[in-house]
């Protein structure tokens, strides 16, 4: 990729799209295009068209998507599907109808079966049943594979895929309604450090920054710290405790988000499509740590960084979801790209921008 190629980064202010972006603008890329979700909703096939007819962009990074946590799958089944489907097929579809030179697609390690062999190999995809809370995100991920695949087959495009594991980092989702597991852990541990030492200024900062969701945005009032109490009690953050949902048995892998913007650049600017197809027949790769732990130590490791001393409460009546998604990252060794941010330094990281 030439310093001066045109990028378009898809979702640039998302989790993933922001740190592509950063890491981009670092490595001295000074072409970059962009679009809010309010300036090109990708769902729309003429305006995406009519964006791609008159920027014309070189090399794409697919991040836009609809997503979300575990709850937030379950819900809104219909929007999941429809969205992501959307978005892939349009920018898909517009990279080849516009001669883009080359498309990276981000997929998501929950494209593979439920009950996979662990860790999960590229090859296992589509040899066993979904995991039903987010069935339809998977099945959106898929299509956008064999879309990536079958482009490239029939019109020599230069399209491939990645699939990350749980991601985390600066700039996350931390709406405790429809944000993952590890940005929500570290807010409610934060919120009920801050309920131990009766920091409400802190409390009050953070819910102003950040949506708490379940409509309770509307309901709070900062002002009034009987209803700060009473509000987060409803969430699980207490001063005595703090709520996880399901069994906190499953186990889970987390890369940090900036060694997966290094990873997506580094694939981008080394790896063309026909070698992604010797990894698998749907040109796409791995992309994880190779190491996962379970909710609960996870749960133990954010509580031990952030200090807070209260207990930890499972909510059973919460979906678990899939009971285990390791993944097998030999392929992306051999590509020459290994994870460099550990999990406790990631969450530190995090803990600082709350
Ligand atoms: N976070 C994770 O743990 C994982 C993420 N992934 C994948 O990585 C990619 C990026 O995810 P992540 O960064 O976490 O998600 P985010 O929700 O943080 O970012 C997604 C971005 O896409 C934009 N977007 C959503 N819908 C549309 C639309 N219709 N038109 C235009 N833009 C839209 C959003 O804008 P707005 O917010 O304004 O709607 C947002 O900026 C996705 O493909 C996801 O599936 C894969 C595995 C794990
Ligand atoms: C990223 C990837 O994977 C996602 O699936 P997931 O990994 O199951 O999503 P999750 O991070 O929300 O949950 C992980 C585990 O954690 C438990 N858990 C405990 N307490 C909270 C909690 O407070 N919030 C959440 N969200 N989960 C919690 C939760 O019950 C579950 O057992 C897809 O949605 C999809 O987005 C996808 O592509």
């Not at 990279?95 to 981000?106: A, D, E, F, Q």
């Not at 009032?221 to 509000?231: A, V």
């Not at 009971?323 to 550990?342: C, I």
Request: with cysteine; glycine share 6%.
């Amino acid at each position: 990729m030439e310093k001066n190629a045109k990028i378009y980064v898809a979702g640039h202010r998302g989790l993933v799209g922001s740190a592509i972006m950063k890491k981009l603008q670092k490595k001295g890329y000074t072409n970059i295009i962009t679009r809010t979700h309010k300036e090109l909703d990708l769902t729309d096939q003429k305006a995406t068209r009519e964006f791609f007819e008159k920027e014309k962009p070189e090399y794409v990074f697919l991040a836009a998507a609809k997503v979300g946590g575990i709850l937030a799958n379950d819900t809104y089944k219909a929007d999941f599907i429809y969205q992501n489907i959307m978005i892939a097929a349009n920018v898909i579809e517009a990279s080849y109808r516009y001669g883009v030179k080359k498309l990276l697609n981000l997929g998501s390690s929950c494209i593979y079966p439920k009950y996979a062999k662990q860790p999960m190999k590229e090859e296992y995809l589509l040899t066993g049943e979904l995991e039903p809370t987010n069935e339809p995100y998977a099945i959106a991920k898929i299509s956008a594979i064999k879309m990536v695949r079958y482009f490239n087959e029939q019109y020599g495009t230069n399209f491939m895929s990645v699939m990350p594991t749980n991601l985390y980092g600066p700039n996350d989702n931390f709406n405790l309604e429809t944000s993952h597991v590890l940005p929500a852990l570290i807010r409610k541990f934060y919120l009920g450090k801050q309920l131990e030492e009766e920091n409400y200024e802190k409390i009050k900062e953070n819910i102003k920054k950040y949506p708490l969701g379940f409509g309770l945005d509307k309901t709070i009032d900062l002002d009034n710290k009987e209803s700060i109490i009473k509000t987060l009690k409803q969430l699980g953050i207490t001063k005595e405790s703090i709520t996880l949902w399901g069994t906190g048995e499953v186990y889970r892998e987390f890369l940090y988000v900036e060694d997966m913007a290094d990873a997506c650049v580094y694939l981008m600017e080394k790896i063309e499509a026909e070698e992604m197809k010797k990894i698998s027949p749907d040109y796409f790769v791995n992309i994880g740590t190779g190491k996962d732990i379970t909710i609960k130590e996870l749960a133990e490791l954010i509580k031990e960084t952030v200090g807070y001393t209260g207990e930890i409460i499972h909510d059973t009546t919460k979906p678990d979801g899939t009971p285990r998604k390791l993944l097998d990252v030999s392929k992306l060794h051999e590509l020459g790209w290994k994870y460099n941010v550990e999990l406790s330094k990631g969450v530190r990281k995090v803990l600082e921008t709350l």
